[in-house]
């Protein structure tokens, strides 16, 4: 890895995510990106693997900075692996603020890997807001300010037994049910989300988590495992009895 | 691998396939999935790799079984190759209906995955029977009770020479044509499927299957396998003359 | 890899690539195509990386043989990375024109690979041509007759910062913006298509290349390279003063 002392780059994280900012955007691409008047530069960050965790940090970033969220993009990718990648675009009037944002996000990416499990036949992601913002709302049309939980599992059917026992655990409201057909860039995944009171969002995302890692498990010999540290894990602990 | 002890769990398979149940799936997913108010519990296979071997299988589960198929969806993966995975979910009132169905998947998975052949360069597939039921009805239009062949070649070129020369070859009625733009999830194949009398069929996967092994050979220095044994090669030596 | 002695095999190139003609295409395949009914006989070209270098190599192709651009399909593929491959297919009245034309087509994919760089973390693609035929129109709808330029990054971040390096360093014409939602099979890409004067394409095409060599290389140890010899490497070291 070399660094880059172009004035766009802002640096890397853990699934192939590259985070970096334009100040002043080229006229042309300003129209063909429907920016908004008020909006002269931008800060991105796209990752090869990994969605809902990146939105998460996004949307967390937006919250600490002036700056509002412009495109959420899902790419079939995962680098050979049965989900997305992501592409997302925020907005602001300085370059500081788009700046300041994607080191937020690129931070927290880190941070929300923890929660990306991978093996040598499928994966899983979970995530947790106590409180979705914009980004979240964007993407999956969930309310801001509610707590939210996500959940995918690939090969598919690990996904649809993970959204069952999820939702039949707790009762949290449903608020996007994703398929290889509807709702993904055809991944093979079932993907849900939901939002709730935060003792039955986590406890959802929890049971979800149980589940699915216990079926990738029947899968191969290799254990399930991210880039970095499970953050649910203490709040595992605590609600586990 | 792990086992698991799971009431949902039923087994895994070749192509990264498992196979699970739901007794009583959750009233919000039933509402998002549309299932109809006689079905109560549903089974569930899905694969990183394959498309026809796994719809075959449970077209033969349905069969033998009181059950019915509820959806097909075909996920872009095949683990970094040009293809599909696949999710297949079938529904009946009883879950050990839904068992049963799903473990008769399972172990015909195996075997129509002896005509999955992929090399470093690319893949190909092929898949028939003798007598089509509703999920190959569903998934490809097929009439059912009638004799069925299916044959997927990538990269895509070599599916159209494929094509050509099997619908050459046999005077069976084409019934899909499927492109990287039409019909797949953005797959890099041409897929054909056909009906007809058994043997015009057979004649039809026969010679395409010749002609596409021929070709993806000369892509690489590896042969063209898959996980099992192929099950059209008795009936291969028997048609050839 | 073995040779063929198919009537329909022509040759093999980089990047997953194979180059097959059908003399006389079977009536149903013909009628599913929608070819036009002066058109007898294909050439055929597909890959399972790379998609504007060999549009660039059939477009030159058809302007040097009786044949034209039949159809142009962009699976998603590249191998387990985040872009394309292709599937393009051209007609004519005589198989010896088809064959020729792939033949052409088949050396060109050799010289264009050598702007694709591929790297553990991403990839990036670059064409140019400095006269657009029928093919780059039906693929990208730039005009014919005029000079063409094709940049595409991935993850899709690094494409974004390349367009707009390019479209602020020289005064081109936009003909297409892709992003993973609109105009591509979901690729991990931000990719933009320009035409104009020769000088200026070249430079727009040097400036993507330079700034995204620069950034996939902060994202992993290892360089960015693709099968074969960069060639506007001598154009690039000519104009940078």
Redesign the interface.
């Known amino acids: ?4 002392y ?1 004035p ?2 802002v640096g ?1 994280s853990v699934l ?5 900012v ?1 100040p002043g ?2 006229s ?2 300003r129209e ?1 990106m429907k920016l908004p008047s008020h909006i002269s530069s ?1 800060g ?5 693997t990994g969605a809902a965790g990146q939105i998460c940090a996004i949307d967390e970033a937006i919250k600490n900075t002036s700056t509002e969220i412009i495109s959420i ?5 995962t ?4 989900g997305h ?1 992501n ?1 997302i ?1 925020v907005g602001g009037r300085d370059v500081s603020d788009c700046r300041r944002a994607i080191e937020i996000a690129l931070e927290l990416t880190r941070k929300h890997a923890g929660e990306v499990y991978i093996s040598s ?2 994966h899983l992601e979970f995530a947790y807001s106590a409180s979705a913002s914009y980004a979240l709302n964007m993407a999956f049309g969930t309310p801001v300010g509610k707590s939210f939980g996500f959940m995918a599992g ?5 996904g ?2 993970m ?2 026992n999820a ?2 655990a707790s009762s949290v409201e ?1 608020v996007k ?1 994703m ?3 509807v709702g ?7 993907i849900i989300c939901f939002c709730g009171d935060a003792e039955a969002c986590k406890t959802a995302v929890l049971r979800g988590r149980e ?1 699915g890692l ?2 990738l ?5 290799d254990e399930p495992q991210g880039p970095s540290t499970p953050y649910l894990k203490s709040v595992f602990e605590h609600l586990l009895r």
Chains 1, 2, 3 share one sequence.
């Open positions: 890895m070399s660094t880059s172009l766009e780059f890397n192939d995510t590259i985070g970096l334009i955007i080229d042309t691409l063909q931008l991105i960050l796209s990752s090869r993009d899902l790419p079939r990718d680098k050979g692996w049965g990648g592409y675009v036949a499928g690939s090969p598919a059917a690990i649809l037994v959204a069952d939702l039949k449903l049910y398929t290889p057909s993904t860039s055809h991944s093979n995944e079932i589940v216990e079926l498990k029947t899968m191969s010999d």
